[in-house]
């Protein structure tokens, strides 16, 4: 069976983005492939982030996930700093990434781009963490959404050159990004992904906004002026996400549900849409509500912890028995 991997990074609410981009697909792709789904708190860190919040925050990304249907028998779940080899192995990457390739990666591009203060040494070496996080388990494939793609793909070639350079010792693992829902975009500015740090907070759906509060997002999400339902991605952007994120839910082609719609006023779409959205938000809700009361979150962990740090503590020592790091007698 070949193996998945994936992380989320609980800095504030995980969003609808995220679930689409990201969770929704673990949990479809966790009957036929070995899945390895971890949260990424080391990554929250580049940025302050209050502490107690933060806590908070990944005791509610643990419970969305097995809320979303992510189930602990066929998959592993776990908290990244539950397995110290992700930091150890961070650190040799980074010895093994040229600056250049870390300032070519978009994200931190844009932050230096908008002159942002305080960048830490964390966010810039952030990347070299994150193939540690995927070549420690030998990761066929990484499921993620269109802005995380280049982060895989650097993975790719760290991973080919410690193979050439100190023999084979990790799987070259290949980017999976659906086809549609890969990139959602903020309600209030399409051309923005949506995002946790949507500053109006109207732009995104976090997955326990009330539903109330989600429908209100969809119904005022900008579109255009040309009063005519089409899927038209470079002229009308804001229509455009919303039917992907209705095609994505359901399932159905993005053409039919333009085609339906065709004719009718914005209102009507965006209601239909506001429906599809809030009865997904309601079953996750529900399920996330009886997991908070079960407390069996440290159970999970507990188990996703073991499995994953028998993997990864393996791997690690073959890297450092391969580089020169370990005696041997
Ligand atoms: P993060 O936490 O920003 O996002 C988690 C996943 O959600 C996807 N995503 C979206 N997809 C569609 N539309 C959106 N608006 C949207 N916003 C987010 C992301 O593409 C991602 O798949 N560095 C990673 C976490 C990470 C990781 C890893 C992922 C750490 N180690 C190893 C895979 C493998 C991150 O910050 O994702």
């Known amino acids: ?102 300032n070519r990666m978009t994200q931190f591009k844009d932050k230096s781009a908008k002159g942002e203060k305080n960048m830490t040494a964390g966010l810039y070496t952030y990347p070299c963490l994150m193939a540690a996080d995927i070549l420690l388990y030998d990761a ?23 193979n050439n350079k100190y023999g084979e010792m990790f799987t070259v693992p290949e980017p999976l990004v659906a086809k549609v829902g890969a990139r959602i975009m903020s309600l209030q500015d399409p051309s923005k992904k949506m995002s946790k740090s949507d500053e109006t907070n109207k732009g995104c759906i976090y997955l326990l906004d009330d539903l109330k509060t989600v429908r209100k997002k969809i119904m005022s999400a900008v579109t255009d002026s040309f009063a005519d339902i089409k899927l038209d ?59 908070m009361d079960s407390h069996k979150i440290e159970e999970v962990l507990a188990l996703g912890a073991k499995k994953a740090s028998a993997i990864a503590d393996t791997k690690l020592d073959l890297v450092k028995r391969k580089i020169g790091l370990e005696i041997i007698y």
């Open 1 to 102: 069976m070949k193996r998945m991997l994936s992380g989320i990074k609980p800095t504030g609410q995980l969003t609808l983005g995220n679930y689409i981009g990201a969770l929704k697909n673990f949990v479809a792709y966790q009957d036929d492939y070995e899945m390895i789904v971890f949260i990424a708190n080391l990554h929250c860190i580049t940025e302050y982030q209050e502490p107690k919040e933060l806590s908070r925050n990944l005791t509610d990304a643990i419970a969305l996930y097995l809320a979303c249907g992510l189930d602990p028998v066929k998959s592993t779940i776990f908290l990244q700093t539950d397995v110290h080899a992700h930091a150890e192995l961070g650190y040799i990457m980074a010895c093994n990434t040229y600056l250049g390739e870390l």
């Open 140 to 162: 066929n494939y990484v499921p993620v959404g269109e802005d995380q793609k280049q982060h895989v793909e650097l993975t790719r070639d760290l991973a080919q050159r410690m």
């Open 233 to 291: 991605k470079i002229n009308q952007p804001g229509l455009y996400n919303l039917i992907e994120i209705a095609s994505a839910l359901t399932g159905r082609p993005m053409q039919e549900i333009a085609d339906e719609f065709h004719g009718q006023g914005y209102g009507v779409l965006k209601g239909y849409v506001a429906d599809v959205v809030c009865a997904e938000m309601e079953k996750i809700q529900n399920n996330y509500r009886e997991i």
